[in-house]
């Protein structure tokens, strides 16, 4: 008011830090707000005058819950001729609204963390990438492990679902690459390591569980059911990782790999490199770590099985074919998550590929035709209903190759023209030249002549090396005799 004395309105203003408006306004009514008799009152009438109290506030109180987009709208069929253009103040009056009378939320606690104490473990879906393995697409999820402290991470790549011997086989791998454990491990209910029958009971560990922490001096922790934010700092942890994972696909421009083991190590650079930004905390978390045990402990479940006649057994909705001079015997199986170790006695016998059942709950299928060859030959026509025919053919090509035969022959001619193929694809270890040769015969529209290949795939005896064995004179016999006197 003082500057006012000497100049204009909107000098004034300027100087003492106002807008010209306030300026206005103020020399029109140089009272201070609070010592005017009335508040100001709303410049437009309010459209929720007459609803907001009378019918959303009930709404509100009977429905803690409910959206307010979901409020708009019904308001908006009691009232056809309700403004749209009013959401946004609904939306902020039912905000201003639950500020003042809503019900209490819960509060996030932050948490400190010390160096080497926590572990955490989850899995988590890889569906959404699209990731094939030689063509295929590859049903899968990742075991990923994280220490809070210094960020250290760890993926394994699954291929069933949440068991026992995944969560085994995933944490071990990664502690051992880590070179020490944490001393407390935390998960969220896992069914691989809790039974989740009671809520708090110290019992819900199963057993196998309880003795993989204690081997490695961890106590075993988890979070609330069905309150991931507990276990945050894993579950963060995912989204960044498929992130990565997502980019690292995009990069390489090709989401197809050869084989799993390519995959695996796709997974391991990414991690690899994610690890080295936090190089320097994760080397100086390794020195509050808890020394590792001399070995590792089992990552696996074990089984007996018995070999039926069929050379085969069935172990979790799956048949599995084996050598027939195994039938009759028991054995004994560790299973893991991607493969199977047959032993007979403390004798390892041979490693199989895990299979899985249908999505449908039929009966799954890991068939090695070189298992069974040697009876199909004498029994050839059992080819013709075998029940497992489909997995028994090892490429793509054989199995169009019988269809075509199938067709173009007598069904005991087809079979044993057949079988003859796979004997040849056996004995002569030539299974993917033979199918790259049936494929090009199909493609011409030709049948395969048997006998053409048997000649085609015979040793070459130009390839075969000369071996010359010199029989030494039995003479010098007694030459080192008497070497050895003098």
């Known amino acids: 008011m003082k500057l006012r004395q000497t100049n204009s309105i909107a000098v004034a203003a300027a100087k ?41 506030v009930p709404l509100l109180k009977a429905g803690p819950g409910l959206r307010a987009v979901a409020i ?100 071990q791998n990664a502690l051992w690459a880590l070179g020490g454990a944490p001393g407390e491990h935390r998960s969220d209910s896992l069914s691989a390591a809790f039974r989740n029958l009671e809520a708090g009971a110290r019992a819900d560990l199963t057993t196998r569980y309880d003795a993989l922490c204690e081997h490695y001096g961890m106590t075993p922790t988890r979070n609330n059911r069905g309150i991931a934010h507990e276990n945050g700092g894993i579950e963060s942890a995912h989204g960044h990782l498929k992130a990565a994972i997502r980019d690292a696909l995009l990069l390489r421009g090709s989401r197809d790999f050869d084989d799993l083991a390519a995959y695996r190590r796709f997974i391991d650079e990414i991690v690899a490199t994610k690890n080295r930004r936090n190089g320097a905390r994760i080397d100086a978390e390794r020195a509050a770590l808890q020394p590792l045990p001399d070995r590792r402990t089992s990552d696996y479940e074990e089984t007996i099985v018995t070999i039926t006649s069929t050379s085969s057994f069935t172990l979790r909705k799956v048949f599995y074919t084996v050598p027939s001079r195994l039938i009759g015997h ?12 047959l032993f007979i006695g403390g004798t390892h016998l041979m490693t199989l590929q895990r299979g899985r059942s249908l999505p449908n709950g039929a009966h799954g299928h890991v068939v090695d035709y070189r298992h069974v060859i040697h009876s199909l030959r004498r029994k050839p ?53 033979l199918a790259d040769m049936l494929g090009a015969e199909l493609a011409a529209g030709r049948l395969p002549d048997i006998a053409a290949l ?33």
């Open 454 to 486: 048997r000649e085609r795939f015979a040793p070459d005896p130009a390839t075969l090396p000369e071996v010359v064995v010199e029989l030494a004179p039995l003479t010098i016999y007694d030459d080192l005799l008497l070497g050895e006197a003098a």
């Open 16 to 56: 003492a830090g106002f807008s010209t408006a306030t300026g206005y306004r103020i020399a029109g009514d140089p009272m201070l707000p609070s010592q005017r008799g009335t508040p100001r009152e709303r410049r437009r009438p309010d459209p929720l005058a007459d609803i907001f109290e009378q019918e959303v």
């Open 330 to 341: 028991r054995l004994r199986v560790r299973l893991y998550d991607d493969r199977l170790d």
């Open 72 to 171: 708009f709208e019904e308001m908006r069929r009691r009232h056809p001729d309700l403004d749209p253009g009013i959401r946004r103040t609904l939306e902020r009056r039912i905000r201003s609204w639950r500020a003042i009378h809503g019900p209490e939320q819960e509060v996030i606690f932050r948490q400190t963390h010390e160096p080497g104490r926590l572990g955490l473990s989850d899995f988590t879906e890889m569906g959404e990438l699209g990731v094939l393995v030689a063509g295929q697409p590859l049903d899968h999820r990742l075991y990923h492990f994280r220490l809070i402290w210094s960020g250290f991470e760890h993926a394994h790549v699954i291929l069933g679902g949440e068991s026992f011997v995944a969560l085994a086989e995933g944490l």
């Open 381 to 433: 026509m059992a080819l013709m209903k075998l029940v497992y025919r489909n997995q028994l053919f090892p490429r793509e090509a054989y199995a169009r190759t019988f269809e075509r035969l199938i067709e173009a022959l007598p069904d005991r001619t087809a079979c044993r023209l057949m079988v003859d193929l796979l004997s040849l694809a056996h004995e002569r270890g030539c299974e993917a030249e």
